[in-house]
């Protein structure tokens, strides 16, 4: 998985989660029933104590909530004896409610790990910040913006020092110019304002002729 992009490995991520969520869901009735049934039908007895018509019901009390897997583990392992050498499990013989569930739930705490080790792994993946998308338009807006950016720097320092450059308006500039025109005066229009708003008219013509003219040639 680590060799996959970070999107396939976080879908891939993403459906192991899914797994080992349905893996923990805690058993259901049936499947208690089942695993018991199973365990008698290997030869195992109940144990002492235990009435056989309630056994379901207080074996489903005692496992109410275990997971699902660790029951199943846990089944397992006790028909194929492998939990021999343990004081509290009699081999041939099904263990009582309260081990027996104890049984599952640590069964199932290799999954539980597992499944949170994986769920910190994809919340750090989505923290990550999304690639930069450095195809040629994206580059061509950005390379754009920073030649502005620069032109406008060099205007004001210019006038800062009290010298007045006069530079073609940019089709960009021409566009925010002519938006701007068409919105409603709300304050009293002096000398000076006319003046500014025919000198930037006089530019939006001149820059889009000079746009028309290129797009001709």
Known sequence: MTNLPAP??????????TTLTERLAPARA????????????????LPQGIDPQKFDVIYGYALDGVPSCGLTIATQKLIKGDYAGNPDILLGMIPKPPILAALAKQ???????????????AAAMKRVAPE???????????????????QDHEEAKAKE??????????????????KIQQLPDWW?????????????????????TDDEASHAA
């Open 107 to 121: 069964e199932a705490r290799a999954a539980r790990e597992d499944l949170a080790r994986k769920r910190e792994i």
């Open 132 to 150: 930069v998308d450095r195809s040629p338009e994206v580059m061509a807006r950005v390379r754009a913006r920073l030649s502005q950016f620069r």
């Open 188 to 208: 009293e229009i002096g000398a000076e304002q006319m003046a500014f708003r025919r000198k930037i008219q006089s530019e939006i013509a001149e820059a889009r």
């Open 8 to 17: 396939a490995q976080l879908s891939t991520l993403n459906r192991e989660i």
């Open 161 to 178: 020092r009290g010298v007045v450059i006069h530079e073609p308006m940019s089709p960009e500039k021409a566009e925010y110019w002519a």
């Open 30 to 45: 049936d499947a208690i029933v089942r695993s018991l049934g199973v365990m008698q039908s290997a030869g195992m007895s």
